[in-house]
């Protein structure tokens, strides 16, 4: 029996319309709703730059993924990580088998023998000029 590969990190979320998931319509309309009071509240030379910012902010939470991690993921990650306290303490741990000293046997030194020297007598220095002027 055949065996076929299973896909693996199967991430997608379902599409409202051809390019809009659920969570990108929510930030959408959020900010469109935002957008809609203040349009009523402000005068609008503090309207329009209040506006553009927070649609701008609500495009980039929505459609920026930065590694395939969606922006907002990593703004929360990054606050809740900046709040908590952090406490850095070192404990030494125990071995479950405590290691014990070795003595080991002194190493010797070993004596540098003579080195054989050709003496006088050799015949190595005549067999070596034969060689050298080929001489039979």
């Not at 927070?54 to 990650?77: C, R, W």
């Not at 014990?100 to 002194?106: D, G, H, L, S, W």
């Not at 220095?125 to 039979?136: A, P």
């Amino acid at each position: 029996m055949e065996q076929y590969p299973v896909p693996q990190f199967i991430e997608e979320e379902s599409r409202m319309t051809v390019f809009l998931t659920m969570k990108q319509f929510v930030y959408l309309v959020i900010a469109g709703g935002l957008i809609f009071v203040l349009y009523h509240i402000l005068p609008p030379i503090l309207f329009y730059p209040l506006a553009f910012t927070i649609g701008g902010v609500a495009i980039v939470v929505g459609f920026i993924k930065i590694d395939g991690i969606p922006l907002i993921t990593i703004l929360l990650n990054s606050i809740g990580f900046a709040s908590k306290a952090r406490e850095y303490t070192w404990k030494k741990k125990e071995s479950l088998y405590p290691f014990k000293t070795v003595q080991r046997a002194p190493l010797k030194k070993i004596q540098e023998e003579k080195k054989l020297g050709t003496g006088q007598h050799s015949h190595l220095k005549k067999l070596r000029t034969r060689v050298e002027l080929n001489i039979k």
